[in-house]
């Protein structure tokens, strides 16, 4: 039934309805490690939409996938096509297949405003959640999941690790498969590479 009234409500508002006055994130009552990650998410939401997806504390993969659907509907609507890479980033793409000169100036402004609306703070932190859980300490992460792979020894430390990482002077191929397996699910939970 919830989902039949969050998309009755999704289908009223539209690409660029208007939103409601920003409730307190101090009401929302969610606890475990992400609960101050999700109120200040919750503080900022630029839309209900976003609201009602981060109040209990959880996303669910179908509701990632929902605000996905509205970007993706909405830029369509404008011309656009939008392809989401499992390991980061996207492709902005004319419906038309033309590419005049300016198209990045056009689209970033219509991209922008929709995942203001439908996407915010979902994407970022669902797949934060989905990686690391219980949010341990991301060196801790990286630097295990890098010794198990072969990339790094075991003289190499958490504050080498923060270092390079910050340079951009991993002393590894950041791209590589176990590199980028490291990056994106330090714990094995998903990714499959």
């Keep these: 039934m919830a989902v039949a009234v969050a998309g009755a409500l999704i289908c009223l508002v539209g690409c660029s309805g208007p939103d409601a006055p920003r409730p307190e994130a101090s009401l929302l009552a969610v606890t475990g490690p992400w609960a101050s990650d999700f109120q200040t998410a919750y503080a900022d939401a630029k839309s209900d939409f976003e609201r009602e997806v981060l109040a209990d504390g959880e996303i669910t993969a179908t509701e990632y996938e929902q605000s996905r659907n509205h970007v993706r509907s909405c830029l369509a609507d404008s011309g656009l096509g939008i392809e989401w890479d499992e390991r980061g980033g996207f492709a902005l793409i004319a419906k038309n297949g033309q590419y005049p000169d300016g198209f990045f100036e056009r689209s970033d402004p219509i991209l922008r405003e929709f995942e203001s609306k439908w996407a915010g703070w979902i994407p970022i932190l669902y797949e934060q959640v989905?990686?690391?859980?219980?949010?341990?300490?991301?060196?801790?992460?990286?630097?295990t999941c890098l010794r198990n792979a072969g990339l790094v020894d075991e003289t190499y430390t958490k504050a080498q690790w923060r270092r390079d990482n910050e340079n951009d002077a991993?002393?590894?191929?950041?791209?590589?498969?176990?590199?980028?397996?490291?990056?994106?699910?330090?714990?094995?939970?998903?990714y499959s590479g």
């Design 170 to 190: 991993l002393p590894f191929e950041r791209r590589s498969g176990p590199a980028t397996a490291c990056e994106l699910d330090p714990l094995g939970l998903w």
């Design 130 to 143: 989905r990686r690391n859980p219980q949010k341990q300490d991301e060196a801790a992460l990286q630097i």
